[in-house]
Nanobody
C-alpha cells in the first residue's frame, strides 16, 4: 500500500506562480510513476501531469503544457508541481497520484491501480 500526501496550495491571483509537493511512502518510491489530477467545482476530475519513475519522461495535459512543470527527487521521496501563469480556470482541488508501475501510463489510465492523496485546494482569483 502506498500512502500519498500533498502539500502546498492556497489562494493566488491570476498570473501568479504556486508550487505543490507530494510525498509517498510504503513502497520503493523510485519504482512507480507519479502525477497530478485536479477537480474543479461541478466538474469531473481531470488529469494534469505525470512523471515516470526515473523522472526521464514527463507528460502534460494540453491546457497546462508550458505553464506547469512536474519533477521528482527519488532520494527525498518527493514530487513537485511548479505552476506558473496561473489562470482562474486552474482553480481546483489538486490530487497527487502514485501509479502502478514506472510508466506514466499507469498514472493516466484508470485501468491501473493508483493511490491517491487527500487533495489540496488551489484557488486563482481574477
Amino acid at each position: 500500500q502506498v500512502h500519498v500526501v500533498e502539500s502546498g496550495g492556497g489562494l493566488v491571483q491570476a498570473g501568479d506562480s504556486l508550487s505543490l509537493s507530494c510525498t509517498a511512502s510504503g513502497r520503493d518510491f523510485s519504482s512507480y510513476a507519479m502525477g497530478w489530477f485536479r477537480q474543479a467545482p461541478g466538474k469531473e476530475r481531470e488529469y494534469v501531469a505525470a512523471i515516470s519513475s526515473s523522472g526521464a519522461t514527463t507528460h502534460y495535459e494540453d491546457s497546462v503544457r508550458g505553464r506547469f512543470t512536474i519533477s521528482r527527487d527519488n532520494a527525498k521521496n518527493t514530487m513537485d508541481l511548479q505552476m506558473t501563469r496561473l489562470r482562474p480556470e486552474d482553480t481546483a482541488v489538486y490530487y497527487c497520484v502514485a501509479g502502478f508501475a514506472g510508466s506514466v501510463v499507469t498514472v493516466r489510465s484508470e485501468f491501473y491501480e493508483r493511490h491517491w492523496g487527500q487533495g489540496t485546494q488551489v484557488t486563482v482569483s481574477s
